[in-house]
């Protein structure tokens, strides 16, 4: 027993998740704390309405930079980071002003959501800061700053519950909400980028041509990984506004309460296991042109996290709901019971699925991705057809969405067998 708790400690990728999930666990601690209260201040069609709004930066923040500052992680040659750190920052700016411009026409052309149409302002500064802190954030994560990484998750998450809260006390609506998102997510920039401006000098010297280079090298972020993670968030945001058209906002409210609920695993543990997985299967390709071990060791953490997770949430989510947040929320704990399994096998697959930028595979991320649209807009068109309720709807979505999953997760550990064997001979 002594020996395992060494071996423990002495590992460094059980101890790089153990720092990021500790400090995004005091996060979505913080969370759940105030939730009872944003739930009780806030109706469902407000948080609904809140919702539909942000589902803008839930589609494009993923791909502000075009996938560029992933790059970053994996790049051996320090200056080539530098490099593509700068190309992230422009490559964001544009498509700030890009999407932002294109919300203001369709706020223009659609009278419905003229009142709106103040928040393009708002949505280029998070646009903006997403993509800054896309950016600076693999760069830490290059750099194994993982305290850093956790303490600014915790600042800017802190932030944003207490200013919700302050909001709603306010009566300050949709508006209070939006508003603290974008205050907190402009904390933590400055902190982020204190070891990046030890480099001032390298990154001033980094010219138009390096940055067209390594644009160049890392082509495929943007021809594939792009499209397919752009994929990837207009398939769960779709439903956002899938469940808006087929039914209303307050129905929306509910989905989204419980999407958050179901959420905290990924943000707590999934997302982080992935960033140190990223690191260890690339430093383990490096080495051995194989990421097969580090594949495995963390699909099985995942794995068994997964199942007691989805357990507990299936037996026990409308009870729940309706203690914590208040009797009117009963019915989020029902939509947390249908997607439940799901977000199940979204755990596992989503902590590992960056592995395929190891592989080099993006073009199958973005097939795979495209089915997720294509069974989304699917289940739209037959719930207007038949006219499902919520319920149906939600099942449909939870069953397809979980074999897709299941499809992705067989490719992934082929391609790892794969590079092995390939290694071999």
Not at 58 to 87: H, Q, W
Request: glycine share 4%; charged share 15%; aromatic share 12%.
């Amino acid at each position: 027993m002594k020996q395992l708790i060494k071996n423990l400690r002495q590992n460094k990728a059980l101890s790089s998740i153990t720092t990021l999930a500790s400090g995004s666990l005091i996060a979505q601690v913080i969370t759940i704390l105030t939730s009872p209260i944003t739930t009780r201040i806030f109706t469902p069609e407000e948080l609904g309405t809140y919702t539909l709004l942000i589902t803008a930066v839930n589609m494009f923040g993923p791909i502000i930079c075009l996938r560029y500052d992933l790059a970053i992680v994996t790049e051996k040659t320090d200056r080539n980071s530098l490099a593509i750190f700068k190309l992230s920052v422009i490559v964001s700016v544009l498509m700030s002003l890009f999407v932002s411009f294109g919300y203001f026409i369709y706020f223009q052309m659609n009278e419905t959501y003229h009142s709106l149409t103040y928040t393009v302002v708002i949505l280029f500064i998070l646009l903006l800061t997403t993509g800054l802190t896309n950016a600076l954030t693999s760069y830490n994560n290059r750099n194994r700053q993982y305290k850093l990484m956790t303490s600014v998750y915790v600042i800017r998450t802190t932030a944003q519950n207490l200013l919700m809260v302050m909001s709603g006390m306010l009566k300050t609506g949709v508006f209070g909400l939006i508003s603290s998102q974008v205050l907190s997510q402009l904390l933590g920039i400055k902190k982020q980028g204190e070891e990046l401006s030890e480099h001032k000098k390298e990154l001033k010297k980094i010219s138009k041509n390096d940055i067209l280079n390594v644009a160049k090298k890392y082509k495929k972020q943007l021809l594939y990984s792009t499209p397919a993670s752009f994929a990837n968030s207009f398939s769960y945001s779709s439903i956002n506004l899938f469940i808006s058209s087929l039914f209303n906002n307050t129905i929306l409210g509910y989905y989204s309460i419980s999407y958050r609920v179901l959420g905290l695993p990924l943000n707590i543990i999934s997302s982080n296991v992935s960033k140190v997985f990223f690191e260890d299967a690339s430093n383990e390709y490096h080495k051995k042109g194989s990421f097969k071990h580090s594949l495995l060791r963390t699909t099985s953490f995942l794995g068994i996290i997964s199942v007691i997770m989805v357990i507990g949430l299936v037996l026990f989510s409308p009870l729940a709901f309706k203690i914590f947040f208040g009797p009117d929320w009963e019915q989020a704990g029902v939509f947390v019971q249908i997607l439940a399994p799901m977000f199940g096998i979204r755990f596992i697959v989503n902590g590992v699925s960056i592995a395929l930028i190891i592989a080099q595979r993006q073009d199958f991320e973005l097939m795979i991705q495209a089915l997720f649209i294509i069974c989304s807009v699917a289940g739209y068109l037959v719930a207007r057809f038949f006219v499902w309720s919520i319920t149906k709807y939600l099942v449909f979505i939870s069953i397809s969405y979980s074999v897709i999953y299941i499809i992705f997760f067989i490719f992934i550990y082929n391609s790892s067998k794969n590079m092995e064997n390939t290694n071999h001979e």
